[in-house]
């Protein structure tokens, strides 16, 4: 695998399908994004038009039916999700019980830090997170056999006690961190060389996916020049960037669920409708 398609300290390439040829069959990705707050749409579109499968995906959540890695799932090109919410896609609902999808559940601040320590070269960390759970003690189904029963159980893990700060024992269980081959995330802006800023809760999970993947690529609304970004503004630092795409600030962004206030009344309760179109 290439770490770069462009040239030098100028990360951009010409476009998504280009930024994601090198993806292979089986490839392992940290997708960024939460909700449907800064999903790499782009790269993801792209990396279903040339046919990419087997893939195994770490992020926060699976979009939706028809949206964010909802399209790849829908499309049956996803072998195996980790993730810490899957609540919102009735595909993934179906593909999971019927045996066709493999999940690793994974608690969401503890699948955080798998990203983090991943792309900080630290192999696994303890955390209070799941003590006393199946996260620790094992049997969450994995993989379904098609039939009810279950074909792949999550494993037992290490848990140790520690003394905390305040001097009283707890027990902490093994977490070992995620690094995988490739990253794609969005960005609201970045410079050429690859430094990111993220949008609001965009920010959550795609500067820890683009951490752990041994080349990121990245999409961005806002291409700048290097120095027009204020280093203290800096979410991501380029360093962890090999690849840009320029998609524009008209990049089509969606909302899960619009709730609003009826105008008739400010003491009506909300009422929640679909949208297509986000900040």
């Known amino acids: 695998m ?14 998504a399908a280009d930024a994601v040829a090198d993806i292979p069959d089986g490839a392992s990705l940290a ?8 999903n790499p749409i782009a790269l993801i579109e792209a990396l279903l038009a040339q046919g990419t499968t087997g893939l195994s995906v770490v992020s926060n959540n699976c979009g939706v039916d028809d949206w964010g890695l909802g399209v790849l799932l829908n499309a049956q090109r996803i072998r195996k999700m980790t993730s810490s919410y899957v609540g919102e896609n009735k595909e993934f609902e179906r593909q999971f019980l019927s ?10 601040g503890t699948l955080a830090e798998k990203l983090r320590a991943g792309g900080a070269g630290i192999a696994a960390f303890f955390t209070r997170t799941g003590v006393g759970t199946q996260v620790a ?9 098609g039939a ?41 802006r970045g410079d050429r060389h690859g430094n990111l800023v993220f949008n609001k809760s965009a920010r959550n999970f795609s ?6 993947g041994r080349v990121c690529i990245a999409q961005v609304e806002e291409l ?25 600030t008209d990049i089509e962004k969606r909302i899960e669920r619009r709730t609003v206030a009826t105008p008739s009344s400010t003491t009506t309760p909300s009422t929640t409708t679909p949208s297509t179109k986000g900040a």
């Open 148 to 188: 009810g029963g279950i074909a792949i159980a999550s494993p037992a893990k290490e848990v140790r006690t520690f003394t905390t700060a305040g001097g009283d024992p707890a027990e902490y269980v093994l977490e070992d961190s995620i690094s995988t081959d490739f990253a794609l995330v969005h960005a609201l």
């Open 31 to 38: 997708v960024g994004g939460f909700g449907l707050c800064g």
């Open 207 to 212: 500067p820890l996916a683009a951490m752990a």
């Open 224 to 248: 700048v020049e290097p120095g027009e970004i204020d280093p203290d503004t800096v979410h991501l630092p380029g360093v962890y960037v090999h690849r840009m795409v320029h998609v524009g």
């Open 137 to 145: 003690d094992g049997g969450l189904p994995r993989k379904y056999d």
């Open 2 to 15: 290439t770490e770069a398609t462009s040239s030098g300290f100028d990360k951009v390439v010409a476009s």
């Open 99 to 108: 045996g066709e999808l493999e999940l690793e559940l994974t608690p969401q």
